[in-house]
């Protein structure tokens, strides 16, 4: 009887796509508890819904109930989103197979859940969408329609594995092409296609449960290849590999294919001793777990030893048992009889060998007839096919008439179509060129007006710069008069009346005068000082500021101020605009603030120079600040646009007010 390797690809296809069966290679406990930790922890309906799906493909080999529950939980939170009812399909498919077993429906709904998956263009998406490829190939593999298996694994299959550099289920395609391969008796093909399922699980270990259960039935897959083909030395490295990977799982199911690859391998070496060891041990573990499709391919495998043993009693119990199996094939059951008739013919049984035999005969009578139905079907189809070219042949030649004459007609109808299509075109021009053109007078003329308010804008500051630099002026000569004229008197006059105060008579009217010219020399440099103060001509910004923040300083109000990066080469009158800002902020905050720390910082990178004034103070509703009629915000706002700069104000009843201010500065 023939021995084939097709079944491990399925099994193959059913790990990776599907479920996992009981005691495999990876542990399904962990990853159930992981989902079931993300199920429980997010807050994402999304989130829930992936995981309670992933779970349903792991339950799907243990239970039912389970999967049912999980997939009821899933669809409640697909909801209103899109991909997650059409992933929904994805999930849904397996489990409404594994009710109904019915292959048809099947291959329909993953037809189905390719197309809508043809649209996401995600990883996740890809990854379902390749699985459902293969599963559509596997199908086509049970319904016997092997060239359509084959060619979704190698147009569609492989290139899109390959694309998502998914290497793990790379490799289970070639796997099942080899397997394929293998049995169309083209074992070259199968061998190369064996060979590059291991390369591409090789290539690259996998974070994956199932990376080492694949790679190890891609060794016994591809060492069942090179036994057949009596590349003993390679079979046996692959099986060993194999080993080393299942040995630390004495408990699992998939002893049952490792023990069919070594039975294959000593047969084949013609070692039908050992051969039998490794069978029977496999036969064992696949009636342990109970899996009668295991079990029925190695004792397909065992008949194959004992014929060279001729033990043809164990042989008959066999071939019966093998025949009773709902996994034999119509071909099988055909071998089946005819080596019950050979093995009762050795017994001496006749009678029986008789009986077989004519259900051989029987049986290969009817699938040659089906045989040749088929061919018959075939040249009718075929002879079909001929009467209908005759048929087409007549029918064109009339047909050439009408079309020459449609033709003339279609010539016609473009022609005028053409035309219509020109005037159109020549309108539209002409439409669309007066549009551009309208649109480019509407932009000249706002552009115009923007060059006329940038030019209003420009003299207005120039306007502005102007009375600004002849108030200074006017303050610099006031203040030298005040300071040389009045100050230098007042100061001499109290030189003399410090003369005269020896009259003791007179003593206290002295006094009196001397503390009274004193508090007006006083008030008349603090009066000179805020005309144009000294400190800024001679020690620069930072000391000027530091001057008025000391002069304005009190029991009250603590002013704190802080200098970054100042620089001595700022234009003067940069300066001058810098200093009556701070001055005009401070006095503000002292008048109307009713604070107690005012904290002002004042910093300089390159030309950005930055002044921020803080308060603890009352504050004051900003969007109000254009009731105030006060001219000190109006003058701060004047120097900021002199200075191309910018002017926050950020203040709120009873929580204070912070200013920040821009300024672009030049240097000397």
Known sequence: MKINVFFYSILLFYSMVFSQKPNELNDDQRVIDSLNNVFSSTKSDSLKCIASFELSRIYLGYDLDKVKASLSISNALVKNNPYLKDISYYYNAPYNFYKSNDTKAYLKDLIFVKEKLSKYKNPEANLMRLKTLINISVVHGWQNNELESKKIQIEQAIPLAKSINNNELLGAIYLSLSSTFFNDNDLNKSDYYGNLSVKALEFKKINSTKYNENLFLAYIGYSQVL????????????????????????????????????????????????????????????????????????????????MLQKKFIEIKDLLINVLKSDYIQSDEKRDAYKELAYVHKQLKDYYNSVIFYERYINLKDSLDNSDMKNKILHLEAKFNNSEKEKKIITLESDKEKAELENENNKLYLILLCITIILMLSIIFFLYRNSKIQK????????????????????????????????????????????????????????????????????????????????????????????????????LGLVSAIKDLCYTLNNDIVEIEFNSNGIKNNIAISCQIAIFRIVQEL?????????????????????????????????????????????????????????????????????QGTTINIELIISND
Do not use: W
């Open 586 to 654: 401070l006095i503000n905050a002292l008048k109307h603030s009713h604070c107690t720390e005012l904290m002002i910082d004042c910093s300089q990178n390159d030309n950005l120079f930055l002044i921020t004034i803080e308060d603890n103070g009352v504050g004051f509703y900003v969007n109000a600040i254009n009731e105030f009629k006060g001219l000190g915000l109006k003058n701060i706002q004047n120097r900021v646009n002199l200075l191309n700069g910018k002017f926050e104000i950020v203040s709120k009843n009873s």
């Open 439 to 538: 649109k480019i007078a509407l932009q000249q003329e706002i552009n115009f007006n923007q060059n006329l308010s940038e030019l209003k804008k420009e003299k207005e500051i120039e306007i502005m710069r102007a009375m600004i630099n002849s108030e200074e002026e006017e303050r610099k000569r006031i203040a030298r008069d005040l300071h040389d004229g009045i100050g230098s008197r007042l100061s001499s006059l109290k030189m003399c009346l410090g003369q005269i105060n020896n009259e003791e008579k007179f003593k206290n009217e002295f006094e009196y005068l001397s503390e009274l010219l004193s508090t007006s020399i006083v008030e008349l440099r603090q009066v000179s000082f805020n005309l144009m103060p000294e400190t800024l001509l001679r």
């Open 227 to 306: 036994s057949t083909n009596k590349n003993f030395s390679e079979a046996l490295v692959l099986l060993n590999k194999a080993y080393e990977i299942i040995k630390n799982h004495p408990n699992s199911i998939l002893y049952c294919n490792y023990y069919y690859s070594m039975g294959l391998y000593e047969l084949k070496k013609e070692n039908d001793q050992r051969a039998l060891y490794y069978v029977n041990l496999g036969i064992k573990k696949a009636f342990f777990f109970d899996d009668t499709f295991l079990q029925y391919k190695l004792e397909l495998l065992k008949i194959e030893i004992l």
